[in-house]
């Protein structure tokens, strides 16, 4: 069973910083593409950033040279720093994982989830 837990969610301040963490766990054999997506009511879930197992990242243009992903691929952790944080970057934020998990010898590639962390930017 593989879990992805997310931390680092709150109440910031317009200009504040915030870091988002999301950690996987079970049986996964490697983790692919790691991400963060956030949604807002009534809107649809879209994408923040995307980080890949070679590290490269693509990011939403409202976020760029805000925001910096990044993973640590020993811990099977993807991080979002979030600064200069603006009332408009208010959303539950998700973190998924592309990732392939042993079983019954053989590679079956599943997409997960994090539970959703609440950012909210106001004064």
């Known amino acids: 069973q593989v879990q992805l837990v997310e931390s680092g969610g709150g109440l910031v301040q317009p200009g504040g910083s915030l870091r988002l963490s999301c950690a996987a766990s079970?049986?996964?054999?490697?983790?692919?593409?790691m991400g963060w997506y956030r949604q807002v009511p009534g809107k649809q879930r879209e994408l923040v950033a995307g980080?890949?197992?070679?590290?490269?990242?693509n990011y939403t243009d409202s976020v760029k040279g805000r925001f910096t992903i990044s993973r640590d691929n020993a811990k099977n952790t993807v991080y979002l720093q979030m600064n200069s944080l603006k009332p408009e970057d208010t959303a539950v934020y998700y973190c998924?994982?592309?990732?392939?998990?042993?079983?019954?010898?053989?590679?079956?590639?599943?997409?997960?989830w994090g539970q959703g962390t609440q950012v909210t930017v106001s004064s």
């Open positions: 079970g049986s996964i054999f490697r983790i692919n593409a």
């Open positions: 998924n994982a592309a990732l392939q998990v042993l079983t019954t010898g053989r590679l079956i590639r599943e997409l997960h």
């Open positions: 980080i890949t197992s070679g590290g490269r990242t």
